[in-house]
Nanobody, 125 residues
Framework: QVQLVESGGGLVQAGGSLTLSCAAS????????VGWFRQAAGKERDFVAA??????YYADSVKGRFTVSRDNAKNIVYLQMNTLKSDDTAVYYC????????????????????WGQGTQVTVSA
């Protein structure tokens, strides 16, 4: 069982930066895959980024601007967001799938079992 808590959201001007944190409880968190998703008002939730051990994955819309990383000693996964655009405005969620990962599990489309409560990111034009 993993509990996830996001923080770091807020209001930022376009072109600015924010770093989101996803703090996890539970043992052996370093072996969990962690994904970041976002949901804008009136839209479906979309994949943003994921990290599995040291491998990272990104949606095309954020590639080159966002960086996902983890500090296993602190049980935290970060999402560094640079050059923010108004289209990045959304509630951001971190999530983790249960272990072990199914063979062929895709971090962009696979099932995630644990979710945080979300943190709002608003980018003003």
């Amino acid at each position: 069982q993993v509990q996830l808590v996001e923080s770091g959201g807020g209001l930022v001007q376009a072109g600015g930066s924010l770093t989101l944190s996803c703090a996890a409880s539970g043992r052996a968190f370093s072996s969990y895959a962690v994904g970041w998703f976002r949901q804008a008002a009136g839209k479906e939730r979309d994949f943003v980024a994921a990290i599995i051990l040291s491998s990272t994955y990104y949606a095309d819309s954020v590639k080159g601007r966002f960086t996902v990383s983890r500090d296993n000693a602190k049980n935290i996964v970060y999402l560094q967001m640079n050059t923010l655009k108004s289209d990045d405005t959304a509630v951001y969620y971190c999530a983790a799938p249960d272990r072990p990962l199914p063979l062929g599990w895709n971090p962009k489309t696979g099932k995630y079992d644990y979710w945080g409560q979300g943190t709002q990111v608003t980018v003003s034009a």
